[in-house]
C-alpha cells in the first residue's frame, strides 16, 4: 500500500505558475496521473507517465503544464505555468493505475489533493 502525499497548492493570479510535488512512500505501479475536479464538475485527468518516462496531456493543459518524476526522491511533480482561471480545482495525485498507452486508468492509489485557486 503505497501513500501519496501532495502539496504546492496555492492562490495565484492568471499567467501565474505553480508546482504541485507528490511524495510516494511505496511502490507506485506502472503509471501515475495527477486528476483535477473542480466544484461541480466530474475529475479528469490532467496529465500521466508511464514508467518509460512518456507522457500524456488533456488539451486543455498541452504546452502549460509538465509532468515529471524523480524516482530517487520518489517524488511526482506537476509544473503549471500560464495558469488560467480555469484551472481553478481541487489537484489529486494518482499511481498504480493500468496504462491504456494515453492515460493512467483505474489508479489504485490516490492523495487527498491540494486546492489550486487562479483569479
Known amino acids: 500500500h503505497v501513500q501519496l502525499v501532495e502539496s504546492g497548492g496555492d492562490s495565484v493570479q492568471a499567467g501565474g505558475s505553480l508546482r504541485l510535488s507528490c511524495t510516494a512512500s511505496g511502490y507506485t505501479g506502472d503509471c501515475m496521473a495527477w486528476f483535477r475536479q473542480a466544484p461541480g464538475k466530474d475529475r479528469e485527468e490532467v496529465a500521466s507517465?508511464?514508467?518509460?518516462?512518456?507522457?500524456n496531456y488533456v488539451y486543455s493543459v498541452k504546452g502549460r503544464f509538465t509532468i515529471s518524476q524523480d524516482n530517487a526522491k520518489n517524488t511526482l511533480y506537476l509544473q503549471m505555468n500560464s495558469l488560467k482561471p480555469e484551472d481553478t480545482a481541487m489537484y489529486y495525485c494518482a499511481a498504480d493505475g493500468i496504462f491504456s498507452g494515453v492515460k493512467c486508468l483505474r489508479p489504485r492509489q490516490w492523495g487527498q489533493g491540494t486546492q489550486v485557486t487562479v483569479s
Open positions: 507517465i508511464y514508467k518509460d518516462g512518456s507522457t
